[in-house]
């Protein structure tokens, strides 16, 4: 359907992004009772994919039930191999609880997009915003391109939701510039043919493997996985790029498996944009920078914000008001939020532990490697080693006495 056959010049919401946070962002304007336009520049959604696909159990269910048409696999298990070959094996304490999900994030997006649409959103593909629209210091809405033609519209709250290049958010006067030590140059290969345990997913950290990054394999499927690999952006170049350490990888432990898609991409590991609102404008998920430092996870922080900036957006055109000052809420409530201080945590984290040699990596990885965990979490895992090396306590100051 082409856009041009019912987009209006008028929204009260433009959504601009197709990803789970533009999504729901879309979906959630709709059901508080406004209208929005969710405009993606792809001409597919949920292509080409830029992600592992990994996501919490409970974080999806928050949002969506789990549909095993757009679910690869599920997890009851995580293992952790040190620079020196150590493997930690990590399993729910709980009988039957599930670690988490492998999605396919091609069908899982466009079912988070059609639902959008099924509430009542518009949605228009191959269809970019190149120009927000700006009245006294306010943002009113963007020139929407498509097919080459060029239409202004207009909307009470645009909700930046481009993804990690967040173009939007910088043509309106935001700076979202990210150090290139704190980008995540990744590469990842689908590959088949493979032996691996199809319930549990293997992190491999090490500097000679994944230099301040990690390598992961999550599983898709019998004898099938994304492989991919994350490496600091300072430490890329020619010869050790992101690709050339997964190639490597892949050589020594895949020999006979085969590649059938590749891609790669950057990830900020970075803090989140010092404010994410401003006259007109709300940013949300990888735009917003709410990214974990720690993991390179987002779908959940995307997911959440979108959400989020509808329900803060919706609040505010009800009272008449959009200014930064009152968009100020969504911006408050995601810092103070369980997401918001779990980021902050893992920044910290990220920062300790990019700094250790694979000594000091290998250290810790054997002094935890007899965990059951109740609750598999991040949070927990982290209780957990610094229970076991007092001396962290030292290293990580009040952050670690935090955490505890």
């Excluded at 099938?224 to 997964?246: F, M, P, T």
């Excluded at 914000?305 to 809420?329: F, Y």
């Excluded at 810092?335 to 000594?359: C, F, V």
Aim: aromatic share 8%.
């Amino acid at each position: 359907m082409l856009w041009r056959s019912y987009m209006k010049n008028k929204y009260d919401v433009l959504v601009i992004g197709g990803g789970p946070a533009g999504a729901i962002a879309a979906k959630t304007t709709v059901e508080k009772g406004l209208s929005a336009l969710l405009v993606e520049k792809r001409p597919a959604i949920g292509a080409p994919v830029r992600c592992a696909e990994g996501i919490g159990k409970d974080a999806l269910h928050e949002f969506i039930e789990p549909d095993p048409k757009w679910i690869s696999a599920e997890m009851t298990g995580a293992s952790i191999v040190a620079p020196d070959g150590f493997l930690m094996k990590l399993e729910s304490g709980l009988a039957g609880n599930k670690v988490g999900y492998i999605l396919d994030r091609k069908i899982f997006d466009r079912e988070l997009v059609w639902k959008a649409a099924e509430a009542g959103a518009e949605v228009a593909v191959k269809t970019r915003a190149s120009a927000p629209i700006m009245e006294n210091g306010y943002v009113k809405g963007a020139k929407i391109e498509s097919c080459g033609k060029v239409s202004n519209v207009i909307a009470d709250v645009v909700i930046a939701a481009d993804g990690v290049e967040s173009k939007f958010s910088r043509w309106c006067g935001i700076d979202t510039t990210v150090p290139i030590r704190e980008i995540m140059s990744s590469a990842q290969y689908v590959m088949t043919d493979i032996d691996i345990d199809q319930y549990s997913t293997v992190f491999y950290l090490g500097n000679e493997i994944a230099p301040q990054g990690y390598l992961w394999v999550f599983p898709k499927g019998v004898r099938s996985a994304n492989v991919g690999v994350g490496i600091s952006g300072k430490k890329s170049g020619e010869g050790h790029r992101a690709k050339d350490y997964l190639d490597r990888f892949v050589k020594k432990t895949f020999p006979h498996g085969k590649s059938i898609e590749c891609i790669a991409g950057g990830v900020s590991v970075c803090r989140p944009l010092d404010c994410t609102v401003a006259d007109g404008l709300i940013i949300s998920g990888d735009a917003a920078r709410v990214v974990d430092p720690l993991t390179g996870g987002g779908i959940y922080n995307s997911m959440y914000t979108g959400r989020l900036a509808a329900q803060v957006a919706a609040e505010c055109i009800g009272k008449g008001n959009v200014s930064k000052n009152e968009l100020m809420v969504y911006d408050k409530t995601w810092r103070t939020s369980k997401m918001g201080k779990a980021i902050e945590r893992n920044y910290h984290i990220k920062e300790y532990l990019i700094k250790q040699p694979d000594t000091k990596l290998n250290d810790i990885i054997h002094s935890v490697s007899k965990l059951n965990l109740k609750e598999f979490t991040t949070l927990s895992l982290l209780t957990e080693i610094i229970r076991v090396n007092p001396k962290l306590m030292l290293d990580l100051g009040a952050l670690a006495a935090s955490i505890r």
